[in-house]
């Protein structure tokens, strides 16, 4: 199947630092790329969905100048966490569509940490 | 996207087959159901999916009924990896379209 990989797989900051994540299709091309939240025995939240070369579709409540989403290429979506805050501590996933009826694929999340 | 209902928890004995049910009740005519599960820590893993007909793959079978409003997973022979949160979803048969995640089923197998 497809596969996705996430950079890092996790990460420790500072509150106040920012910190980027790494989204990539690795044997296929993804117009569109999805970012989820994850936080402890909670279901996935969808945050955004990341189109190539345009504005990425924030979902409601999720601030898109706290979140930046950059989707560069047809392999490659980041994820940029600015003035992190504990509270922003949580398990990122992304996924990747393969288009037509094909499911989603999912990176294997990054745990964010903010100390 | 319409919504689905599942059991919060399961326990399967292993080797047994796992029946995982589904509601969909006001699923729409352009709306496919799809089965994914995430062991723990781990992004989730695409298992299956169907419009009407029953499917099958190496890692499951999926049962609609015939007016659609339900679907059962079924893990043919359980094993202890296959302990994760199920979760049903249907979504419309347009390739983009985002995936909204529910509570899932945690489906324990039992040695």
């Known amino acids: 199947g497809a596969v996705v990989s996430q950079h890092p797989s996790w990460v420790i900051c500072k509150s106040g630092t920012s910190v980027k994540i790494e989204c990539r299709s690795l044997?296929?091309?993804?117009?569109?790329m999805f970012w989820y939240r994850q936080f402890p025995k909670q279901s996935l939240m969808l945050m955004a969905t990341?189109?190539?070369?345009?504005?990425?579709?924030?979902e409601q409540g999720v601030e898109k100048d706290k979140f930046l989403i950059n989707h560069a290429s047809l392999t490659l979506s980041t994820l940029t966490v600015t003035s992190a805050h504990p509270e922003d501590s949580s398990f990122y996933i992304c996924s990747a569509s393969l288009g037509q009826v094909a499911g989603s694929y999912f990176g294997p999340g990054t745990r964010l940490t903010v100390t | 996207d319409a919504k689905t209902t599942q059991p919060p928890s399961m326990d399967c004995a292993e080797g047994r087959a796992a029946n995982l049910p589904c509601n969909h009740s006001t699923i729409s005519g352009n709306e496919y159901v799809y089965w994914y599960r995430q062991i723990h820590s781990q992004g989730p893993q695409y298992i299956i999916h169907g419009l009407k007909n029953n499917e099958t793959n190496e890692m499951a079978s999926l049962i609609i009924t015939e007016d659609r409003k339900s679907s059962t997973l079924i893990l043919p022979h359980a094993t202890l990896r296959d302990t994760a949160v199920y979760y049903c979803?249907?979504?419309?048969?347009?390739?983009?379209?985002?995936?909204?995640f529910g509570t899932g089923t945690r489906l324990t197998i039992i040695p």
């Open positions: 979803i249907v979504r419309p048969n347009f390739g983009n379209e985002k995936l909204t």
């Open positions: 044997d296929f091309q993804a117009t569109t």
């Open positions: 990341s189109n190539e070369g345009s504005k990425a579709t924030y």
